[in-house]
């Protein structure tokens, strides 16, 4: 598709750690369906994001991790690549991820945030991992995280011990559901391009995610 009037720029970015035996080759294979969708004919023609001050998509052999901070414009049809390269890194990760991808409306503008226009900006958060359960510890993690910064401006943290463990319970019953369901092989709600959480308009969020 033409770029020239992308109505968005998309960033995604985040860190997945990867096994041992994972090389370049496979990396660049999982990450086809976002550098095909830049245009580019390979991983390395496309690595580059969109700002020079941001990393880009890099692979670090000796940590086994592979990061993203990538700037691409496109449409909403991206998110199909997005779908894709998850399935593809969940046969790759050691462990569970986030990907947070920001779609940023292109054609909004200072102007129409003091004009109390609603801008398309979207923010996603996509999760990774070798399974269902290294899946859901690391949304359970975060969910815990943003709770718990949340209720500390009003509890003291050793308060919330029994928030958390509620938390729990409904992340164990989620996963005795998918056991029961024979639908282990199979992605959760959350992977695979799923998302665990979308916004819409309001305040705009800033371009890093660092």
Known sequence: MSRYNAPFEIHVHGQIPVRSDVVFSQIQDALKPLWKYAGARSLPDAAGSSYE???????????????????????????QALDEMCMNLNDLAQAGAAIEVTFYDAEFDDEDEDSDAESRDDFLMLFVGPDPAAIMQVQRDLLVQDIVNMMER????????????????????????????????????????GHGGVGHGGGRKPRHLH
């Open 53 to 79: 001050d941001e990393p880009g998509i890099k692979f670090d052999v000796q940590e086994h991790l592979l990061q993203m901070c990538w700037t691409v414009v496109g449409d909403d049809d991206f998110r």
């Open 154 to 193: 009003h509890f003291d943290g050793s308060e919330l011990g029994g928030i958390v463990a509620e938390i729990d319970k409904l992340f164990s019953q989620r996963f005795d559901d998918l056991v029961s369901s024979l639908q282990i092989g199979k992605p959760p709600r959350g992977s695979g391009g």
